[in-house]
């Protein structure tokens, strides 16, 4: 569908993009490295929305330059204003495409309805296996390892109302081996989403160009 080989120079327009962080910002860092390789396509990173503050993602944003806010939802006094407060700081960035790293809370069906087709979600299975509500970090490994899958690995998805719930853009398969643990099954599974994630974001990217700032 996309050519995930396409590099920024072929590619001179920019897409405003977001990324949306809870952690350590693997991922993230990830996705900032190949932006300064040039290997982002027309994604330009111009903003970092972290739903936790103190976290390693905010390192990676400020090593890179990159702007970045800490919405937390314990500081709002509804689940509606803090959602319309992630909204707000999009729309004024003028951002053009979303991407999750890590990022634990669902998006609120108006974020949802304002960036229909244009966030982007990894997760660290094969989906729609293992996919869903509570289904994160060491848990999906460990579900993996109890339903004895021969096979894990990671999905670039299409974000909607549902975890993990949208279309499928791109994914890795990471077999999986006999004495794996939780832990070394993430680890592999870690380095598939590091070249996965930016290779889909830079060539996603191309279908956005010329689309709303929101």
Known sequence: MWNLDRKSSDLPETVRT?????????????I????????????QVTLVISSRAGVKALEHAAAYQIPACVLERAKFSSEKEFQQAVLSALKAARIQLVCL???????????????????LNIHPSLLPKFG?????????H?????AEEPFSG???????????HGPVIASARVPVEKNDTPETLAARILE???????????????????????
Do not use: W
């Open 101 to 119: 790293a890590g990022y634990l809370r669902l998006l609120s069906p108006d974020i949802i309805a304002a960036f229909r087709g244009r966030i």
């Open 142 to 146: 460990a579900a993996v390892l109890k």
């Open 192 to 214: 598939q989403e590091h070249q996965l994630y930016p290779k889909t974001i830079a060539a996603f990217s191309a279908s956005l160009i010329g689309a709303p700032h929101d």
């Open 154 to 164: 990671c999905s670039v998805h299409v974000v909607d109302e549902e975890f993990d």
């Open 18 to 30: 977001a990324v949306l962080v809870s952690g350590g910002g693997s991922n993230l860092d990830a």
């Open 132 to 140: 869903g509500s509570g289904m994160y970090g060491h848990h999906v």
């Open 32 to 43: 900032l490295s190949a932006q300064k390789a040039g290997h982002l396509g027309s994604a």
